[in-house]
Nanobody, 123 residues
Framework: QVQLVEAGGGLVQAGGSLRLSCVGS????????MGWFRQAPGKERAFVAA????????NYADSVKGRFTISRDNAKNTVYLQMNSLKPEDTAVYYC????????????????WGQGTQVTVSS
């Protein structure tokens, strides 16, 4: 089993920045790709960004390209999401997730989930 714990959420003004982190423990060697998803009230969980654990292949949702950066530190079993130029529409609970398979976008393809961290962007 794999356990994922997110940190770094909070309240920020529009235009500001936050960095989320996700620390993995347990059988992290099982993970092929790590992703970040977000869920706003009344909306479905949506893909934000993903990175392969070993090769570093990266994908972003169009809505965050140029503003968010995903990275990893294998030695620390940690994935980061640097969020710059935040907008009120970025407000959501952000989840990190891991998949053992070569999938990227769909949340149902991810096997492990963190508890989520709230990000609120005020206008």
């Amino acid at each position: 089993q794999v356990q994922l714990v997110e940190a770094g959420g909070g309240l920020v003004q529009a235009g500001g920045s936050l960095r989320l982190s996700c620390v993995g423990s347990g059988r992290t060697s099982d993970i092929y790709r790590m992703g970040w998803f977000r869920q706003a009230p009344g909306k479905e969980r949506a893909f934000v960004a993903a990175i392969t654990w070993r090769g570093g292949s990266i994908n972003y949702a169009d809505s965050v390209k140029g503003r968010f950066t995903i990275s990893r530190d294998n030695a620390k079993n940690t994935v980061y999401l640097q969020m710059n130029s935040l907008k009120p529409e970025d407000t959501a609970v952000y989840y990190c997730a891991g998949t053992r398979r070569n999938y990227v976008f769909g949340p149902t393809n991810y096997d492990y989930w963190g508890q989520g961290t709230q990000v609120t962007v005020s206008s």
